[in-house]
């Protein structure tokens, strides 16, 4: 099929400016957008930049953006992508919310490798006695394997709402990765990962919006692994700082009530001997209770019924940690 | 200048692995990739790692499969290395983190991979190198090794006979560089890009094999290549041997599983050159659908899908739309890695002092004529770990101070003269099109004198045409097109080695076939072929194969198939 | 229709004019409302999984016996209980979960429950044409930015999985233009309001709220409408602080889901208890043509 590819294109060093070139070509319409790219290098224009590698969805060195989404270029074929607009071109750019270097290369030091460095992502394994296996059951193979799937593409950190106004945010890619060694078993720094991953910037700066699960080519559900990231500092009790007080706040008062006391979660995560931070409350207390919103924090807080078996179950779970 | 006492080129397996343990041996250490070692085509490698780890196996019956799989061309100091250190490097992976799949009992699992007579492959379901190229990864941040990402090295250094480091281009500002060191290890992987039906990335153009082999070092048995048997019709995109070792069946267009009529013993698990040739004759003989035949996997548990063969089945749905549990999937065979490379001994050590080389771009004799399924890994990792070993321990004996401004200097008038160039109507990329047609023809899974004579005349006339490419963009920042210049460069110059070396095999052995001449040959090629370059030649000659307390074993006369 | 309401935690707390707002626009749509009171909070999110799971299967397992789809009034509520159904779809986990914290009460879940948000009650249960025909003051145009609160969306397959995509994908804009208003597409409509962050990162949650509430203004809408009683909190509590963060003004009305289904159902914005919202509504009001207190 003959078909159209708009790329985008920006001058070494100026991410601001870019042009756009358009190809066409003769390709067969199975082949995949990275194979359409290389074949526009080869025969028409030597000076296009992209990077591309092991082109087959293993490496996630050839993501760009093709039609405003992020996209593994060797994993979309060509008829496809062409499918999506009317007239049938496909309009190339690079990956958003980072820096461009040149034409559709962008600065994976700052999207990635920085993000992933700064995780620790090395597992200290408790034995070093040769010769030997250590013992880990295939369950928890399977769950290290799924999350090792992940080729840093970057497709879930272009989705990212949190990323998309905050670049200091660890993000999704990151995140799955630091799954990778909190959850396996043979790393002997558990609660260190867990509490340093909770710190400004980790985990708890997410908004579990499900984004980044959605984006996801390989189903690794990123934002379920954050989740679970979630859950283990919760069940170590770790973690610090206003994001900690938030979930043992909520915790605490839907053990003690069956649901949820807002003001009280209002005020304990600002932190009960934080003054100014409570004090701060105040303004925004007193206007919403002159309109007739006044949820009651603490004894004042109404109990539901069956409040008591919410208790229960909390009590259960607390048992089996 | 940048100096590092052991300079590493290439972010692979291998690479990464020498880099590691050179570090843990007290030198310093740099490491000069093409990609982001995360990139590295090692990344989509889905293959396992043989050790003798059960109790019913022993290294030595690895290393008797070896040389079967190797058919005796092996040379059995190197195998013996690598059977008895299996074990060893296992535990060393285990420590360092990797995932593999575990049994029962939660211990490392083994399974069966074609050739071995015990199941001895360890795996991480389907896609172990993707798994394993991250934990090697995750060692080199742990490590803080100095890495050179998006750098390629444009030449070796050498100075009074001696390696003294590399010089490199960055890609980012186009700026060359001397790295200089004690050593380097080359570690630079696959030349596959010079065949067009290949399981290649695109790095894998032969880059430290040229390198070396300008620099001196001798290239040996370039005439074999493995091919693999599954790859997805069309594309050559590999479709891992884990799918027949977790029970997948090979069918032809009438639905029968054929091996039976080629070896009925191990089926699906038949050394690879066995069930390569078994497709084409069943292709050629009007059996295959089109050019290929079918993989049948709809009879798997369908628990494997979700976990095991999971890369397998994405794979397929993303680029096929074919759902493995349902579907047949037309596969073929295509070039995978070549078995032959830079000619070094069991530490890694090339002709060249000071120059080491491990991995795909190397040769010690480990395989043979021909690869036994899953010592590949195994012989990036303990022949990884020994080099680096050996390079960090290197005492060089010449200390005459290189001219580095000299040289420096001769390459940057080298890439100075290639920009002023201006670009023609022939672009580089279509060069290296012809050439890999050219290969894929002639020297490809079968081969005979005339093909491969007709082959090399058409190199050198395509050769002279790459004297006449140029450069279009000037500027230099994050410009590929010298990048492409001098990977066409290396690939013609090992074209020619590869194809001389072909012509001069006159038997069948592994992955090598003359259809001219079918028998394997035991009098006369039980040796390897060595090629130097003298003078701006290519001068061949034959080395013996190293036997060590196996002299005795049979090694008879026979039919190749 | 009978549902078993589940009115979560913060319509009943921090945005009580939607549980008033929902129980009267009810009525009208003859949805009888059971409500489900012996039940916990969903978790949101916030409390752990292993946790809200049993809560949750608590809950789904009453709604079961009394044989009633359980209607939410919250995307949060509906999202996150949605994917606790999915989980609890896997026999073993489910039988875990039964025989470990629900059997002591006698209670089972068996994995049946359905659970729907109001927004796809009045779509799939009432239905469009109906709802059109029983508007009685016409939305006359006006332009509403719809902003559905993340937990509605995504993850897609469980939210609006193929065989809803017809009713569910534009379900909020399908109600605004069967009520008369003008759908106004800004740039929150699928996103997060930035809720979730309050606590952790408020800089970041502020700034969420203002790109989402300025740009509605921008592209010239007169009100959000949300289904979501934490985006309301959000972008209605949070709005005047935004706005201070950003340094601009933003004054964006945010109307709940059944306040803007009842306004053009008849009823007046006292009945709506618009009076509540931190955000004034005036500028609704005035564009309906209401009497506005001066």
Redesign the interface.
Known sequence: MEVTLKVKRYE??NDLGSSEQSYTIEIDG?D?LLDAL?QI???????L?F???????????CTMTVHGKGAITC?T?VEEASKKSKDGVIPIAPMKLTKV???L?YD??QFH?AK??AT????D?A????????????EQ??E???A??C??CGLCDQGCVVLAIDKTYLGPGALTKAF??VH?S??TRYKERLDSLSGKRGMWDCAHCFEASEHC???IEPTDRIFDLHDKVIKEDLGVGGAKRHYKSFAASVKADGWLDEARLAIESEGLGNVKGILRLIPLAVKAALRGKRPMPYFLHKKRPGHKKIRSIFEKWEVKK | MLYHDVVVVGGGFAGMRAALSAKAAGANVGLISK??P????S??SHSGINASLKPHDSWEVHLQDTLKAGEYLNNQDAVEILCKEA??EI??L????M??????????DVTNFSGSSIPRTAF??D?L???LL??LY??I??EQIVTY?EWMVSSILVDNGSCRGVVAREF?TGDLHIVSGKTVILATGNLGKLYQFSTC???GTGDGQALAYRAGASLVDMEFIQYAPTAIK?RG??ITEMARAMGGYLLNKNGDRFLKSYSPDLMELAPRHIINQAIFQEISEGRGEGDSVFLDMRHLNREMFS?QL??TE??LR??EDLNPEKDLIPVQPAMHRPIGGIQTDTKGATTVPGLFAVGECSNNGSHGAGRLGGNSLLDNMVFGRLAGEAAAGYISCDSSKIELDRVFGKEQDKFGELFNRD?TDE????L??ELSNIMDVHVGYRRDKLGLENALKLITELAARTKKLGI??K?A?????PQ?LLELEFMMQLARVMVRSALSREESRGDHNRTDYPYTDNSNWLKHTVVTQVNGEDKLHYTEVVSTRWKEMEVENGSHS | MKYAFYPGCVSKGGTPELYEATVKVAEKLEFELEEMRDVGCTGAGVLSREISDPINARTFAKAEASNLPIMTICSTCQGVMAQAQHRLKDEKYRNYINSEFLSDEGLEYKGTVEIRHMLWAVVEDFGLDRLKNIVVRSLEGLPVAHFYGCYLRRPPELMVPPEFKKTRKTALEDVIEALGGKVVKSSGRGKCCGFPILTSNEDNSLQMCGDHTLDAKEKGAVTLVTPCPLCHLELDGKQADAAAYRGEDINMPVLHLPQLIGLALGFTAKEMAMQRHLVSTEPVEMALGFEVKA
């Open positions: 070494f060093g199975q995949t290389l290098r080869d025969e028409k224009d030597p000076t930049g990077r591309g590698s092991c082109r087959s969805g293993f490496c996630g060195d994993r074929k270097v040149k034409d290369i994976d030091e490798w992933i460095k620790e992502p090395w597992v394994v034995s070093t006695v040769p010769d030997q296996d250590q013992k880990i059951s295939n193979v399977k290290l394997r799924l090792m799937s080729t840093q990778r060694t396996d043979r790393d080519p390989k189903g | 990609v982001h995360m990139r590295s085509h990344s989509g074990k060893t535990a060393t285990e420590n360092f983190g995932v593999f799949s575990r049994d029962e009992h939660g211990f490392i991480s379901g896609s190198g993707h798994i991250q934990v995750e060692r941040v742990r990402d980012k990335s695109l790095t069309r995109i590999l976990d999971r890369e994405y794979l993303d680029l670009s672009l580089p990329g279509m290296r099109r279009s963009n500027n920042q994050f410009n590929m097109e492409m």
